[in-house]
């Protein structure tokens, strides 16, 4: 099996398309073939450091940005798109897949566009209630599609409701100890969040206080680490207390650990937290297209696995009060994790691939 998968841009993007191709490879070795998977993806996705780091292969191709910037940026990137679809057509010309999946994100559009004009079955993957502009486009021309919420189907052709493939080791983390002191694991999704990283710091020194032996670990993102990290140090936590990272490699490592988890509501996040049955406070990002975050959250929320509050309602005090009631209270964080494993999609990717197969050629 010969299969290109193309998009980036985010770890939302990414994460899901290297679990699809962990497991296809699997798959095929279990049935003694082999599985030889291209990644298509732009030079300044997460792609270029996540796809080589997965040991699989990448090709890069040049795609503007047509969501929040300037119109002349708008104007470029389209009139560049043609030269994007050539250059992908090439490649998909060269390397001749069974099939091309497209994960949403900068690369996806011409990658599935260019397999479109060539003929070669397609599946689009999407992750979000309402999906982003690259499958909006070719959503209809699509052979199959796995969305996470029944409300995107509607936007594909022959769409599946699948959930989103979660790195297997989230569905068999080793409980933790009882006896282990508390820890808090903060992340603003693959790329940081800008309010975690002004009022954690600022409600720390309390927090740390209120809670004996709690330990922070929090993913400041990489433009932001060094700022977030004076900031903790400005504040006179107790340095030995807290640890500021740019981006955590070890994720499911690192939802073991904690026992509670501060995060934004990206669809990656939610998956995992229902997969690892690990207790979180949701504050949604509000400037996600048409505040998909907000409905992951609120999903979680209505069924008891995650507590949320809205960035709008957030101040540093009330958000080191909100952790701290949650943290004293581990009836309340146990359940929390029952009712997070029952939002688990476990057999997301293995459908995933069965839809691949099916479609292949
Ligand atoms: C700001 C923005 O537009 N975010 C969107 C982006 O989210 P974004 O990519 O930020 O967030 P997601 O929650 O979907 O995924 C984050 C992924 O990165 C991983 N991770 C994160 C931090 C880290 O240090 N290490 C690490 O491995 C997480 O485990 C997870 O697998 O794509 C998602 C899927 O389309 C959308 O739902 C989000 O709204």
Redesign the pocket.
Known sequence: MKLVIAGGG????I?PALAIADQLTAECEAAGSQAEILFIGTPRGLESKLVPQAGYPLSLIKVGQLNNVSLLTRVRTLLDLPLSVMGCMRMLRKYRPNAVVGV?GYASGPAMLAAQLLRIPTLAFE??AIP?LANRLIGKRVHAAAVNFAPAAQYFRHAQVTGIPVRKQFFVLPPRPADQPPQLLV?G???GARVFNTYMPQAAAELLAAVPGLTILH?AGARHAEATEQAYEASGADQSRWRV?P???D?PQRFAEASLILA?S?????A?LAAAGKPALLVP?PQ??DD??RK?AEVMAQAGAAAMVLEADLTPGRLGRELAHLLAAPAQLAQMSDKARTLAHPDATEQITRMIRQIAR
Do not use: C, K, W, Y
């Open positions: 985010t770890g939302g993007h994460i949403g992750p979000n982003g992340f999704g693959s790329q993913q990272a981006f955590l490699d994720m934004r990206g669809a990656s996040t939610v995992e990002f996600a297209a998909h975050q992951n």
